[in-house]
Protein backbone atom coordinates (compact mmCIF):
# COMPACT_ATOMS: atom_id res chain seq x y z
CA UNK A 1 0.00 0.00 0.00
CA UNK A 2 1.29 3.46 -1.07
CA UNK A 3 0.06 6.77 0.46
CA UNK A 4 -0.92 9.49 -2.64
CA UNK A 5 -1.27 13.00 -1.47
CA UNK A 6 -2.65 15.28 -3.89
CA UNK A 7 -1.35 18.71 -2.88
CA UNK A 8 -2.69 21.98 -3.82
CA UNK A 9 -0.44 24.56 -1.70
CA UNK A 10 1.79 26.68 -3.93
CA UNK A 11 4.21 28.25 -1.66
CA UNK A 12 8.04 27.05 -2.61
CA UNK A 13 9.09 27.30 0.26
CA UNK A 14 6.96 25.11 2.25
CA UNK A 15 7.07 22.59 -0.31
CA UNK A 16 10.10 22.48 -0.09
CA UNK A 17 10.05 21.51 3.51
CA UNK A 18 7.31 18.86 2.97
CA UNK A 19 9.90 17.30 1.11
CA UNK A 20 12.33 16.94 3.38
CA UNK A 21 9.89 16.05 6.24
CA UNK A 22 8.00 13.50 4.60
CA UNK A 23 11.51 12.09 3.78
CA UNK A 24 12.35 12.18 7.66
CA UNK A 25 8.89 10.42 8.56
CA UNK A 26 9.30 7.93 6.02
CA UNK A 27 12.81 6.97 7.54
CA UNK A 28 11.33 6.56 10.46
CA UNK A 29 8.35 4.71 9.16
CA UNK A 30 6.19 7.28 10.13
CA UNK A 31 4.12 6.86 7.58
CA UNK A 32 3.81 4.98 3.86
CA UNK A 33 5.79 5.19 0.85
CA UNK A 34 4.59 8.36 -1.02
CA UNK A 35 3.35 9.51 -3.74
CA UNK A 36 3.11 13.25 -3.77
CA UNK A 37 1.75 15.63 -6.81
CA UNK A 38 2.18 19.36 -6.34
CA UNK A 39 2.37 22.63 -8.09
CA UNK A 40 4.57 25.98 -7.37
CA UNK A 41 3.81 29.54 -7.55
CA UNK A 42 6.58 31.26 -9.79
CA UNK A 43 10.19 30.22 -8.24
CA UNK A 44 13.47 29.42 -8.81
CA UNK A 45 14.27 26.14 -7.49
CA UNK A 46 17.76 25.50 -7.15
CA UNK A 47 20.25 22.33 -6.56
CA UNK A 48 21.72 21.66 -3.08
CA UNK A 49 25.35 22.50 -4.72
CA UNK A 50 24.20 25.67 -7.10
CA UNK A 51 25.95 28.36 -7.68
CA UNK A 52 22.87 30.73 -7.91
CA UNK A 53 25.32 33.60 -9.84
CA UNK A 54 26.15 31.10 -12.28
CA UNK A 55 22.80 30.02 -13.05
CA UNK A 56 20.30 32.45 -11.94
CA UNK A 57 19.22 36.20 -13.15
CA UNK A 58 18.75 37.53 -9.37
CA UNK A 59 17.26 40.68 -10.85
CA UNK A 60 15.31 39.33 -13.35
CA UNK A 61 13.64 37.35 -10.81
CA UNK A 62 13.08 40.17 -8.37
CA UNK A 63 11.64 42.25 -11.42
CA UNK A 64 9.02 39.50 -12.05
CA UNK A 65 8.41 38.41 -8.66
CA UNK A 66 9.95 34.84 -8.80
CA UNK A 67 11.02 33.49 -5.58
CA UNK A 68 14.08 31.24 -5.00
CA UNK A 69 14.45 28.44 -2.96
CA UNK A 70 17.29 25.60 -2.64
CA UNK A 71 16.37 22.05 -2.49
CA UNK A 72 18.10 19.36 -0.71
CA UNK A 73 18.63 17.13 -3.88
CA UNK A 74 21.53 17.58 -6.52
CA UNK A 75 20.96 18.91 -10.17
CA UNK A 76 20.57 22.35 -11.55
CA UNK A 77 18.20 25.44 -11.60
CA UNK A 78 14.62 24.78 -12.77
CA UNK A 79 11.65 27.12 -13.60
CA UNK A 80 8.32 26.56 -12.27
CA UNK A 81 4.89 28.04 -11.92
CA UNK A 82 1.56 27.08 -11.76
CA UNK A 83 1.59 25.16 -15.25
CA UNK A 84 4.47 22.78 -14.03
CA UNK A 85 3.60 19.86 -12.20
CA UNK A 86 5.71 17.94 -9.88
CA UNK A 87 6.10 14.77 -8.35
CA UNK A 88 7.85 13.28 -5.74
CA UNK A 89 8.38 9.25 -5.15
CA UNK A 90 9.71 9.19 -1.40
CA UNK A 91 10.38 5.13 -0.40
CA UNK A 92 12.31 2.79 1.37
CA UNK A 93 14.60 1.05 -1.09
CA UNK A 94 13.89 -2.38 -0.29
CA UNK A 95 10.28 -2.15 -1.01
CA UNK A 96 10.64 -1.42 -4.70
CA UNK A 97 13.76 -2.65 -4.83
CA UNK A 98 15.42 0.22 -6.04
CA UNK A 99 19.00 -0.50 -7.67
CA UNK A 100 22.49 0.98 -5.97
CA UNK A 101 23.80 3.35 -9.33
CA UNK A 102 21.96 6.72 -9.41
CA UNK A 103 21.46 6.53 -13.11
CA UNK A 104 19.55 3.42 -12.80
CA UNK A 105 17.52 4.50 -10.08
CA UNK A 106 16.31 7.82 -12.55
CA UNK A 107 16.03 4.92 -15.45
CA UNK A 108 13.76 3.24 -13.24
CA UNK A 109 11.25 6.05 -11.92
CA UNK A 110 11.03 7.54 -15.17
CA UNK A 111 8.97 4.75 -17.09
CA UNK A 112 5.89 5.33 -15.61
CA UNK A 113 6.24 9.10 -16.53
CA UNK A 114 6.98 8.58 -19.72
CA UNK A 115 4.29 6.32 -19.98
CA UNK A 116 1.66 8.79 -18.90
CA UNK A 117 3.34 10.93 -21.19
CA UNK A 118 2.62 8.41 -24.11
CA UNK A 119 -1.29 8.30 -22.84
CA UNK A 120 -1.48 11.98 -23.18
CA UNK A 121 -0.45 11.92 -26.58
CA UNK A 122 3.40 12.71 -26.08
CA UNK A 123 6.21 10.72 -27.46
CA UNK A 124 8.96 10.72 -24.66
CA UNK A 125 11.90 8.94 -23.99
CA UNK A 126 14.67 8.88 -21.26
CA UNK A 127 17.72 11.12 -21.79
CA UNK A 128 20.86 10.39 -19.51
CA UNK A 129 21.72 11.39 -16.71
CA UNK A 130 18.12 12.72 -15.81
CA UNK A 131 16.11 13.99 -18.34
CA UNK A 132 12.88 12.83 -20.59
CA UNK A 133 12.88 14.46 -23.65
CA UNK A 134 10.53 14.97 -26.47
CA UNK A 135 11.04 15.92 -30.43
CA UNK A 136 14.37 17.18 -29.04
CA UNK A 137 13.15 18.97 -26.39
CA UNK A 138 13.11 18.93 -22.36
CA UNK A 139 10.07 18.01 -20.87
CA UNK A 140 10.92 16.66 -17.51
CA UNK A 141 14.27 16.41 -14.90
CA UNK A 142 14.43 14.43 -12.32
CA UNK A 143 16.76 14.84 -9.02
CA UNK A 144 17.09 12.92 -6.08
CA UNK A 145 18.42 12.79 -1.71
CA UNK A 146 18.76 9.76 0.03
CA UNK A 147 18.59 9.35 3.74
CA UNK A 148 19.93 6.02 4.83
CA UNK A 149 18.16 3.85 2.80
CA UNK A 150 14.87 6.20 2.06
CA UNK A 151 14.81 7.83 -0.99
CA UNK A 152 13.17 11.18 -2.07
CA UNK A 153 12.93 11.19 -5.69
CA UNK A 154 11.09 14.06 -7.23
CA UNK A 155 10.98 15.34 -10.98
CA UNK A 156 9.20 18.31 -12.68
CA UNK A 157 6.82 18.35 -15.22
CA UNK A 158 6.31 21.69 -17.82
CA UNK A 159 2.66 20.92 -18.73
CA UNK A 160 1.87 25.18 -19.17
CA UNK A 161 4.78 26.97 -18.34
CA UNK A 162 5.84 31.04 -19.29
CA UNK A 163 8.51 29.77 -21.09
CA UNK A 164 9.12 33.72 -21.93
CA UNK A 165 9.75 33.76 -18.03
CA UNK A 166 11.69 30.49 -17.67
CA UNK A 167 14.50 32.16 -20.37
CA UNK A 168 14.55 35.37 -18.48
CA UNK A 169 15.21 33.86 -15.01
CA UNK A 170 17.63 31.37 -15.94
CA UNK A 171 21.14 32.74 -17.04
CA UNK A 172 22.02 28.86 -19.23
CA UNK A 173 19.39 26.84 -20.05
CA UNK A 174 21.59 23.46 -20.75
CA UNK A 175 18.76 22.48 -23.70
CA UNK A 176 15.67 23.53 -24.89
CA UNK A 177 12.46 22.83 -23.22
CA UNK A 178 8.71 22.62 -24.04
CA UNK A 179 5.42 22.22 -22.74
CA UNK A 180 3.74 19.11 -23.51
CA UNK A 181 0.55 20.89 -23.87
CA UNK A 182 2.07 22.27 -26.91
CA UNK A 183 3.30 18.89 -28.12
CA UNK A 184 0.03 17.03 -27.71
CA UNK A 185 -3.12 16.97 -30.04
CA UNK A 186 -5.39 16.71 -26.85
CA UNK A 187 -6.21 19.68 -25.15
CA UNK A 188 -4.29 18.92 -21.92
CA UNK A 189 -4.65 20.19 -18.35
CA UNK A 190 -2.63 20.19 -15.11
CA UNK A 191 -5.50 17.62 -13.35
CA UNK A 192 -5.47 15.44 -16.60
CA UNK A 193 -1.43 15.49 -15.97
CA UNK A 194 -2.31 14.41 -12.25
CA UNK A 195 -4.59 12.02 -12.91
CA UNK A 196 -2.57 10.05 -15.62
CA UNK A 197 0.59 10.27 -13.87
CA UNK A 198 -0.80 8.66 -10.60
CA UNK A 199 -2.64 6.21 -12.42
CA UNK A 200 0.92 4.94 -14.22
CA UNK A 201 2.64 5.29 -11.22
CA UNK A 202 0.22 2.96 -9.53
CA UNK A 203 0.44 0.30 -12.02
CA UNK A 204 4.21 0.48 -12.39
CA UNK A 205 4.36 0.21 -8.55
CA UNK A 206 1.81 -2.38 -8.36
CA UNK A 207 0.20 -1.16 -5.71
CA UNK A 208 -2.99 0.30 -4.45
CA UNK A 209 -3.32 4.40 -3.40
CA UNK A 210 -4.66 5.34 0.15
CA UNK A 211 -4.97 9.20 -0.86
CA UNK A 212 -4.41 11.24 2.34
CA UNK A 213 -2.95 14.55 3.20
CA UNK A 214 0.00 14.89 5.26
CA UNK A 215 0.03 13.92 9.05
CA UNK A 216 0.15 16.92 11.82
CA UNK A 217 3.43 15.90 12.38
CA UNK A 218 4.95 16.10 8.83
CA UNK A 219 3.63 19.64 8.40
CA UNK A 220 4.97 20.71 11.62
CA UNK A 221 8.34 19.46 10.89
CA UNK A 222 7.87 21.48 7.53
CA UNK A 223 7.29 24.39 9.67
Same mark, same amino acid.
Given at each position: ??????????????????????????????????????????????????????????????????????? %?? !???? @??? /? +? #?? =?????????? &?????????????????????????????????????????????????????????? %?? !???? @??? /? +? #?? =?????????? &????????????????????????????????????????????????
Amino acid at each position: MWRLVNDYATDPKMNMAKEEAILRAREEDECLDTLRLWVNERSVIIGCFVNVKREVNLEMCERNAVDLVRR %IS !GGGA @VYQ /D +L #GN =LNFSVITKSS &LIKLPDDVLEVYELVSKPLITALRNLGVEAKFHPPNSIFSNGRKVSGLALHRLYDTWL %IH !GTLL @VDV /D +L #GT =LYKVLLRPKV &LVANISELSAQKLTLNDTRFALAKCFQEFLDTNFEVDELSENELKEAE
